[in-house]
């Protein structure tokens, strides 16, 4: 279309042609001339009569007369010819959320909406200018009148039967309802955990810590949170790996003081020791590992009466746990003696025997505690345990006890296959019972990793550490993963270099478990002897062996990092006696062989520190007579076999 606009100013006829033959229509009252094409008249005559636009049809996936409860999320479709720009969203006429892009999805809180009828519309736009929308008549209930206790047992329910966000609905419910229900917080908080949605989980949990910072459930959860975050941090692999090394380690340190913090409150919440209290109580200190305590409170009651196996089995773990394997095998058999063993404490003595290097004897209280009840998780884990630290071939044939340290080199060779048959068959056996037992979870995690199967080993890791963040085994049993790791083929410098801080990361993280563990203390000893740094090497050699002396492992440990100290200060005194050769006085050259001569001092009295270490630690175990240990891997694979201490269920009999 042409529009002519001409000015006139004398008198025409209405209609008038100019020279190119164009028709004119002339406005007498205006002056302006609108010269207009025929042709394009004609096009747009046909443009009037043409066939409507198509309609937009907006699709919602709810319907007339739904109740909508909590938190709900609609699903909206747009069907359009043309290019849809944007969905909005409308709460009886009041707009409250708009989309530019599909998926078009809309949420609304119902716990911040009136109780009631309520119209929700959903209206789209083209970019043509087309408009659709559908609407539908709804109820908001949310059952506020039933009082904050329904909710939470609503709650509670929802996480037994699987069904997380209803959960999470009905927790803050009861909150809207009474905002001192602390159980909704961490009924919304499990719920958020389930559903993966790990901040807010984080939030409902640290409100309850704050609102009652005792709660062993609301520490328990936070506890738990904090280790799946890190996890997470993990498995995504992205970004700086030392800062996700940082954040698992920040997360584990803080999931273990929450926990601690709950298995302190257990104790506190017994009350005063009692004749009637005694199990209790004791058990209650078993769980925060404070087995000095436990010690001190059922020697006497043992003594008093050593017929009562419930009293032993407790007493005897107690030592183990310290270390005090002798003490932990008199009082077994002690209580033998006197009275009826039960299982735990047949399958216990097996342990002890098997570390005092009585194969036979160990068989035998292995198969009575079998016969008893095969399946007992105390009789699996005691198999486990011999089975990791002494791989041997069928335990019955076998009548002496050897601390593997080849970690079962040499695929071809008959005695590792069977080996590696036996741990396999004990792999099944204990996956029968993974469950949420932390000890068997462990084991499963040893057992995957000695046969190198890392990435099922650590699955079994974080289970074990999930169900109790305290489990200081399993971060020394992840730390030496990354040994193993580094000591298989070739590897990049900086490939190494962050295998030893996970290793050190890890050890770090038992040590906050167990501020006294040697089995920790030997393990940052050995990450610094691997890094080549003999002073802290021999820090953490020296507190391990303060910890507990008669740990071999963390003897050797020191006896290496003695030799690496020593290795480095005979060097550098080499090196110092062929600079001073080139000094150009006398003066010079004596100053130069003075220093010269105090360094070799100090590697000689680091040598004799090493041999004495080395010898401490062959009276403590005399399989590794005559045993060269004292370089950076022999030492780490003694650790790993001989340095493994035994991780057994706690008792339960009363």
């Known amino acids: 279309m042409r529009y002519a606009f001409v000015h006139r100013n004398e008198e025409k006829l209405p209609f008038e042609s100019n020279s190119s033959g164009v028709s ?58 043309n290019l849809v720009t944007q969905v909005e969203f409308y709460v009886n006429d009041d707009l409250r959320d708009k989309a530019t892009s599909t998926p078009y999805r809309f949420t609304i809180d119902t716990l911040n909406e009136p109780e009631g009828p309520a119209k929700l519309r959903f209206k789209a736009y083209t970019s043509e200018g087309e408009t659709g ?24 329910k929802a996480l037994q039967d699987g069904k997380y966000e209803k959960a999470v609905t009905e927790g803050r419910l009861a909150l809207k309802i009474d905002s001192k229900l602390n159980d909704a917080r961490l009924i919304v908080a499990r719920g958020y955990l389930r559903l993966n949605v790990m901040d807010k989980a984080q939030k409902f949990a640290e409100d309850a810590v704050a609102a009652d910072p005792k709660s062993e459930a609301a520490l328990d959860m936070l506890a738990v949170i904090n280790l799946k975050r890190g996890f997470t941090t993990f498995d995504r692999g ?8 940082k954040t698992i380690g920040d997360a584990i340190k803080s999931a273990v003081e929450n926990r601690q913090k709950a298995l302190e409150a257990r104790v506190d919440a017994v009350g005063t020791l009692s004749d009637t209290n005694l199990i209790a109580y004791v058990d209650a200190a078993l769980r925060a590992g404070r087995y000095g ?47 009826t063993q039960d299982v735990y404490g047949q399958a216990t003595t097996a342990v002890l025997l098997a570390e005092g290097g009585n194969a036979q004897a160990s068989d035998d209280a292995i198969k009575d505690a079998i016969l008893s009840d095969a399946d007992n998780p105390i009789v699996t884990t005691a198999q486990a345990y ?12 076998a009548t002496t006890l050897s601390v593997n340290y080849d970690d079962l080199k040499g695929k071809d060779n008959p005695k590792a296959v069977e080996a590696r048959n036996t741990l396999e068959q004990i792999l099944k056996q204990l996956a029968k019972d993974s469950g949420q037992k932390t000890e ?59 295998m030893y801080e996970n290793a050190r990361t890890m050890f770090n993280a038992a040590l906050v478990a167990r501020p006294s563990s040697a089995a920790a203390l030997t393990g940052l000893s050995l990450v610094a ?48 006696r062929q600079q001073g050769n080139k000094l150009n006085t006398n003066a010079e050259r004596q100053a130069n062989e003075l220093k010269t001569r105090e360094i070799e001092v100090t590697a000689g009295k680091y040598t004799r520190q090493a041999r004495e270490a080395l010898n401490a630690a062959t009276k403590i175990d ?26 057994l269920p706690m008792p339960t009999g009363s």
């Open 293 to 339: 305590l436990a010690i001190t409170t059922l020697k006497p009651a043992v003594d008093k009466d050593n017929r009562r196996a419930d009293l032993a089995d407790r007493l005897a773990y107690a030592q183990i746990r310290e270390g005090r394997y002798a003490d932990a095998y008199q009082t077994l058999q002690t209580q033998k003696k006197y009275g």
């Open 622 to 647: 005399k399989k590794i007579e005559g045993s060269q240990l004292t370089a950076p891997e022999p030492a780490w694979r003694y650790f790993n076999a001989g340095g493994r201490v035994p991780v």
């Open 24 to 81: 004119s229509v002339i406005l007498h009252d205006t002056g302006i001339v609108f010269t207009m094409n025929v042709l394009l008249l004609a096009t747009a005559f046909l443009a009037l009569v043409a066939p409507p636009k198509a309609p937009v049809k907006v699709h919602i996936d709810a319907k007339n007369g739904d109740v909508i409860t909590g938190e709900s999320t609609f699903k909206v479709t747009v069907d359009s010819t």
């Open 133 to 156: 929308e559908a609407t539908v008549n709804v109820k908001f209930y949310n059952a506020m009148d039933k009082g904050g206790d329904f909710h939470v047992q609503e709650g509670r």
């Open 440 to 498: 068997v979870n462990y084991y499963l995690c040893a057992l995957n990793n000695k046969l190198e199967n890392y990435d099922t080993a650590r699955k079994y890791f974080e289970q074990a550490v999930l169900t109790e963040p305290t489990n200081y085994d399993a971060y020394i049993e992840q730390g030496n993963k990354s040994f193993s790791i580094s000591l298989r083929g070739t590897h990049e410098k900086d490939d190494l270099t962050f």
């Open 386 to 397: 011999i089975a990791l630290k002494f791989v041997r071939t069928r335990v019955s044939n």
């Open 238 to 245: 992205a970004g700086d790996k030392n800062e996700t090394l």
């Open 529 to 576: 002897i691997f890094e080549g740094k003999p002073d802290e090497a021999i820090k953490w050699g020296l507190a391990a062996v303060s910890a507990e002396p008669t740990y071999a492992a963390g003897n050797i440990a020191l006896a290496a990092a003695y030799t690496l100290g020593a290795s480095r200060l005979t060097s550098a005194a080499y090196n110092m």
